[in-house]
């Protein structure tokens, strides 16, 4: 299966999936990454990896239709059967999701529906909540609304800061993708009534 990674940042969840499409059992190789912003450490990653690269910049463009649109033809060009949002900070427009709505997924590092958005572990900490996570779920148009994939608990300890529980997150979230983006391209999946199944 044909992999697009889309990225905003360090690239940690990239870099572990390109250690384990390097195993042809696998199942799938990512042909293409995209980012939103140049400049960042994900796209270095995906460089020295050999694979190749595109940014689609929102301000690069007049609207943010345009945007999507770009964006949505520089996906397809690579054509993905499954598309990831690995630490994409910018939201699909419709075009996008008209494009891919079926098969684009995003990882994120709260337990949804809880903290949605893009502090999930600065607003579990705050909140007090004792164990807090990461969900892998399908992209609808809401923000991280969409039909559950999987989710991973890690607990919240009392001496925790933003970055200790953050960091703790990501290592459970890079397990969690890699062996669920395994199963969904090997088995296949469906989704029936909001509710995600693989085989
Ligand atoms: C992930 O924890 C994701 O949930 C959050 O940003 C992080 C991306 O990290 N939105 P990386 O770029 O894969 O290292």
Redesign the pocket.
């Known amino acids: 299966a044909r992999l697009v990674v889309l ?8 870099k572990a999936l390109l250690e384990a499409t390097a195993d042809p059992a696998y199942g799938a190789v990512v042909v293409a990454v995209g980012a939103d912003r140049d400049g960042i450490a ?1 796209l270095e990653i995906a460089s020295a990896a050999g694979i190749p690269t595109f940014v689609d910049s929102v301000k690069a463009y007049p609207t943010r239709d345009d945007w999507d649109a770009a964006l949505t033809g520089h996906v397809a060009e690579h054509r993905p059967d499954l598309v990831i949002s ?2 994409f ?1 910018k939201l699909a427009g419709k075009q996008f999701l008209d494009a891919f709505g079926d098969r684009y997924i995003n ?3 709260a337990l949804l529906p809880a903290f949605p958005g ?1 502090h ?1 572990p600065r607003d579990a900490l705050a909140y007090g909540v004792k164990v807090a996570g ?1 969900t892998l779920f399908f992209v609808d148009a809401g923000v991280d609304t969409g039909p559950i994939i999987a989710q991973t608990v890690v607990p919240v300890l009392d001496d925790d800061t933003e970055d200790t529980l ?1 960091e703790r ?2 290592v459970a ?1 890079r397990v969690q993708l890699v062996d669920h983006v395994g199963k969904l391209v090997r088995d296949g999946w469906t989704i029936q009534d909001r509710k995600v199944r693989i085989p």
Do not use: R
Not at 7 to 14: A, F, K
């Open positions: 990225i905003s940042g360090s690239g940690s969840n990239l994900g690995a630490g900070l990882t994120h590092n893009i999930g990461a953050t997150i990501k979230e």
